[in-house]
């Protein structure tokens, strides 16, 4: 068996993890949602969201797999966050990095393993999207494009949670729209600003709400928030 060697900026990519304060959170439907699209779509016996950590590779969501966690020397995502593209075994038992491994050869009796690497908040490969199947088989340009999309799906959804910390955690108000000025999320803050509950403000439009807060082309090309005091922007 060979094990994954660490990648030259491991302190940096374990810090950009940590950063993240998702290790051992309970489930969340958010990912869920993402790791059950992956297992339906491909057709596949499991499909992981793994967080590879400084000894062990944690699951913030699975399908298929009752463990919550593996040793990482063991596992196949600490080889898929040494590139930027799809890691793709087709078949492990003739593969001279993982014949023998315990994951091959027991439970869960990985025989196709394909992962594409999550990025964190500064740009580290944190983990992967990954999916698994007892049989062999490959895997074209098409369905690696698709699990390309639901790994940036995840990412976004990771790099999410950092994002709602630090909005929870301001004393002013914060209020994120998109390009047409629709908002999207506020925090808690925001309720005592326009006197009610900050999810009520979800799908209003913030310049209706609040008239010439940064102009109508403000957000053309993306998202873009407000921060807001007690007596306004």
């Known amino acids: 068996m060979e094990r994954a060697p660490l990648p030259e900026n491991e302190p940096e990519r374990l810090a950009d993890l940590r950063r993240l304060n998702v290790l051992d959170t309970p489930p969340e439907e958010r990912f869920d949602r993402i790791t059950r699209t992956a297992a339906r779509l491909f057709g596949v016996d499991a499909a992981l969201l793994s967080l590879v950590d400084a000894h062990r590779q944690w699951f913030k969501s699975r399908q298929g797999i009752g463990a919550t966690e593996t040793p990482r020397d063991i596992s196949f995502c600490g080889h898929a966050i040494l590139g930027e593209g799809v890691l793709v075994v087709e078949d492990a038992l003739t593969d001279p990095r993982f014949w023998d491994n315990p994951l091959v050869t027991g439970e869960p009796h990985v025989r196709f393993y394909a992962g594409h690497p999550l990025h964190g908040p500064l740009g580290q490969r944190i983990g992967t999207l990954c999916i698994i199947a007892r049989t062999p088989r490959s895997m074209g340009d098409e369905e690696r494009e698709t699990l390309r999309d639901l ?26 729209f998109d390009e047409r000025g629709t908002i999207e999320s506020a925090n808690p803050a925001t309720e005592r600003i326009f006197a009610m509950p900050a999810d009520t403000l979800l799908g209003k439009n913030i310049h209706q709400l609040m008239p010439g807060i940064c102009g109508e082309g403000a957000a053309e090309e993306g998202k873009a928030c407000a921060r807001l005091g007690e007596g306004g922007v």
């Open 151 to 176: 790994a940036a799906w995840a990412e976004t959804e990771l790099n999410a949670t950092q994002v709602t910390i630090l909005m929870e955690s301001l004393a002013d108000g914060m209020i994120i």
